[in-house]
């Protein structure tokens, strides 16, 4: 398996933010849709960041927003989560102006649509609030810097090795994917099916589906793809919600035992699929890793510590020393697998 694990970082991190949860009650407006954008700009100094997320109540982003607030936390700043509750960038868009307009340090935003916000962003950069993407990223010109999880050849090479690995190496394979116009979704698809062609010239891509990060969305999909495709025998699902939704059919499924599903996940919502053979092994990068080092990165541009020039460097906490790339990107690092020997290591 050529997938680096990362555990000593990731317990790290883990501890670190249940240590910051635990002392601050009620801290911030996570889980409700809109939230309060005035508490970016509150009195906690002028490091002031607010998450956007795709959408709220979405696992992954809770976790990268405890990430995000732990760091926060640390460095003496101000946290605040503000989002839709549905995945559209129009959604987005109405709480970049509001944001602009209070003056926030940062907006940390995971962008729906690459170019759709731009607008708002540029707006945003005018008027001197820093704009730092993670996860999903937009057109560069539109933000200060992007913090990518993993640079999607890895995440690409993670997912595709690790279906061949369950499937023999060769077969049909379908891909569930999230929104059509998922900016990280289609390049981790564009790279996946390059390295697969490249290096696993048996598996056979036989369908991308889009399931729009909706659960139930999801789970329909997954069983479309499963009564489309009689020799399918395996799901990648590149999205978190996805792949829980996909695990939460095939358990049940006539195709639990026959058809591998590997993808992105967390450990909590694919913890039982790992116990009861649905799922074998899945991959990740801790969400809450990146939302601390995006804090991380938000608050050095704030304070003038970097431009999200190429060759930047600046400290992030317990993960150490990162260094900025070209075209203003940060990467996280390399993607860990989960599987039944390290599961209950983790709790996000």
Request: hydrophobic share 40%.
């Amino acid at each position: 398996m050529r997938i680096k694990n990362r555990v000593s970082s990731l317990a790290a991190i883990t501890a670190a933010t249940a240590l910051a949860l635990a002392a601050c009650s009620g801290g911030s407006d996570n889980g409700n849709e809109g939230g309060d954008a005035d508490a970016g700009a509150g009195d906690g100094g002028d490091v002031s960041v607010t998450f956007l997320p795709k959408n709220l109540g979405n696992p992954y982003f809770d976790a990268s927003s405890e990430g995000g607030e732990a760091a926060l936390e640390e460095i003496g700043g101000t946290f605040a989560e503000v989002g839709p509750s549905e995945a559209t960038p129009d959604a987005q868009v109405s709480y970049i102006n509001t944001l602009t307009q209070q003056q926030v340090g940062a907006i940390a935003v995971s962008a729906n649509d690459p170019t759709a916000i731009c607008d708002a962003l540029v707006e945003a950069k005018d008027a001197g609030v820093k704009v730092v993407t993670f996860d999903s990223d937009t057109d560069s010109e539109c933000r200060d810097l992007f913090i990518n999880q993993a640079d999607a050849d890895g995440i690409a090479r993670a997912q595709i090795d690790l279906i061949a690995d369950q499937i023999g190496g060769s077969g049909e394979i379908a891909i569930l994917s999230a929104a059509a116009n998922a900016t990280n979704q289609n390049a981790w698809i564009e790279k996946m099916e390059e390295y697969a062609a490249d290096e696993y010239p048996d598996l056979e891509i036989v369908e991308i589906a889009y399931g729009d990060d909706e659960d139930q969305m999801s789970f329909d999909k997954t069983a479309a793809l499963l009564q489309s495709h009689s020799d399918l025998k395996g799901i990648v699902s590149p999205t978190t919600v996805g792949m829980a939704a996909a695990a939460r059919y095939l358990s049940t499924s006539e195709y639990k035992g026959e058809v591998y599903l590997t993808g992105l996940g967390t450990p909590n919502q694919l913890r039982e699929y790992i116990e009861d053979g649905t799922v074998e092994a899945f991959a990740l990068w801790n969400p809450e890793e990146l939302g601390y080092l995006t804090a991380y990165a938000s608050a050095a541009l704030i304070n003038g510590e970097i431009t999200g020039e190429e060759g930047d460097t600046f400290s992030a906490g317990d993960l150490g020393e990162y260094t900025v790339e070209e075209d203003s990107v940060v990467v996280l690092g390399d993607p860990y697998v989960f599987d039944a020997d390290n599961i209950d290591e983790f709790d996000f």
